[in-house]
């Protein structure tokens, strides 16, 4: 099995042009020196208790109960000798002797070993003058300020992990660049721009990610570090200790599953999270256990935690400007704009008629969102409005996107009326929305299967480029400037580049772009007449 869940692009310029290598401190090798020593007892504990069965079967044969004298038991000790000498008990607690006559010793013979003096290079270890390994390695590592970062939580083999993949638009080249092991399987992620952890040393800005899995804790990564061994920080239980606990303990307290909401930690799975851009210290998240919480990441604590909805909640998004209010959507197919100051105030509440997916603000009017929802349809709601008192909240408009659930949508950050959503139903879809007319442009199997996600770029200068992921655990960038389509519609609101005639559509370990034209009968669809599947205008 292998799957992408979840994708975010990381602006151009943010990474650091040479991530530093996860180096090992003291109190790391203390903590490491704790785990290993507990399983060492483990070990020894299954050992004995091994060697303790091994030795009461053999007993259970040479004692047969009483009367075996007389039935041929000598005969049966006879042959239970033979068997016990392939176990070479006579000598089992000797020491096994080497060529020399020494002793083995566990980890072989001190005597043998070479050490240096004080002070002196170990000749093993240090290169001679004029050789630098690194030198290579640190070539391999390097992001250009033209590369844009795109982290992936995907599932292989049943082994949950982020890979950080490197794009590089003008080469049409995307490869992993490292990965970070996950403890379960990843549902949501999160860029982060200020520094947390043990990475706030008085730095303003980061390359940070918050990763929601199918665990209650939010780990949070620097994403600037390679091969790194454990987050910088925990939001949740696990991360109240501070990393100070002793590993027996961590090992009971994890073994001990806390069902019960409270103020402090979430208890289920992490479905969404949004980080406040303007407060950049406060990270909102929404859970299956029913409640949304917002992180200090100063101190890696819950500032406060709210029950505004029944269901899980499944989808945040902070308005752009008004930085106190959060937008959230939850399985109680409802949308809530909350003020997050009151928290007792009754907020304004949408009813959409089915389970929400995903929703956004519009970037280009604060004033409107987007509700995309497991009926396939996407909406549009204008804030100001206050919803009705009816069983449905009235849209602006009503899209039926897809047959099957939105599980993928975006609004384009750089151009106005583009969306793009993703389905159940395997199929990419790009839309025009402009002067609130919903229409049509693309419709693509991208062959990705399930479509998990679909982002633009965060970027100017590669606003068309559409990253796509999906259950079959392939991640595609697909430049959308590169269809006739697209070029026809929005020709006249940006400058789009005259790239040829072929769609780029670049993949992981693709040397050049592909062609993917397709046939025009499945592919494209007439956005003047074919966009109107199913709706309903205001």
Request: proline share 5%.
């Amino acid at each position: 099995m292998s799957m992408i869940t979840t994708a975010t692009w990381v602006r151009r310029g943010v990474a650091a042009p040479f991530p530093t290598k996860y180096e090992i401190d003291e109190a790391e090798i203390g903590r490491i020196s704790k785990l290993a020593q507990l399983q060492l007892e483990e070990a020894r504990e299954d050992l004995h208790e091994a060697r303790q069965d091994e030795l009461d079967t053999i007993n259970s044969k040479l004692h047969r109960g009483p009367g075996n004298e007389a039935n041929g038991t000598t005969t049966d000790n006879t042959q239970g000798d033979d068997e016990l000498k392939e176990y070479h008990l006579d000598d089992y607690d000797d020491e096994p002797i080497d060529e020399n006559g020494d002793p083995h010793a566990t980890f072989g013979n001190v005597r043998s070993l070479a050490y240096h003096t004080p002070n002196e290079k170990d000749p093993y270890l240090e290169l001679p003058e004029g050789e630098d390994s690194d030198t290579e390695e640190r070539e391999e590592l390097q992001i250009y300020a033209t590369d844009n970062l795109l982290c992936a939580g995907k599932v292989e083999d049943e082994v949950a992990h982020l890979e950080i993949y490197v794009y590089e638009d003008e080469a049409d080249n995307l490869y992993v660049h490292h990965d970070i092991m996950l403890p379960a399987v990843p549902l949501c992620t999160e860029l982060i721009d200020v520094p947390v952890g043990d990475a706030n040393d008085g730095k303003t800005n980061a390359n940070f990610i918050a990763v929601g899995t199918m665990e209650p804790d939010i780990e949070l990564w620097d994403l600037d570090v390679v091969d790194s061994m454990y987050p910088n920080a925990i939001l949740g239980e696990a991360g109240q200790s501070g990393g100070s606990e002793e590993p027996e303990k961590t090992k009971k307290r994890k073994k001990k599953k806390v069902a019960k909401r409270n103020t402090e930690f979430h208890v289920d799975a992490v479905l969404a999270l949004s980080a406040n851009r303007l407060h950049r210290n406060l990270l909102a998240s929404g859970s299956a256990d029913l409640t949304v919480k917002l992180w200090d990441l100063n101190t890696a604590k819950c500032a406060k935690s709210y029950s505004m909805h029944e269901g899980k909640v499944c989808a945040l998004d902070w308005h752009p400007t008004e930085s106190t209010v959060l937008l959230s959507g939850s399985y109680d197919q409802t949308v809530i704009a909350s003020d997050m100051r009151a928290p007792d105030a009754k907020a304004p509440t949408w009813s959409v008629g089915s389970d929400v997916e995903s929703l956004r603000w519009d970037p280009h009017d604060n004033n409107f969102f987007y509700v995309a929802t497991e009926a396939g349809l996407v909406l549009r709601y204008d804030a100001r409005a206050a919803p009705s008192s009816g069983p449905l909240s009235k849209p602006v408009w009503t899209l039926q996107a897809h047959d099957a659930a939105v599980s993928a949508f975006d609004v384009n950050p750089t151009i106005p009326g583009y969306l793009a959503t993703g389905s159940d139903d395997k199929t990419v879809k790009l839309w025009n929305v402009d002067e609130n007319k919903p229409s049509m442009i693309v419709s693509r199997n991208l062959e990705i299967g399930r479509v998990f996600s679909a982002r633009f770029a965060p970027d100017p200068e590669v606003s068309f480029r559409l990253a796509v992921a999906g259950s079959k655990g392939s991640l595609q960038v697909w430049d959308t400037s590169t269809n006739a389509a697209i070029r026809n519609v929005f020709a006249e609101k940006t400058a789009i580049p005259d790239k040829g005639t072929n769609e780029r559509l670049v993949r992981v370990n693709a040397s050049s772009s592909e062609s993917d034209e397709g046939d025009e009968e499945n592919d494209i669809a007439d956005h003047a007449q074919d966009g109107w599947e199913s709706m309903d205008e205001d």
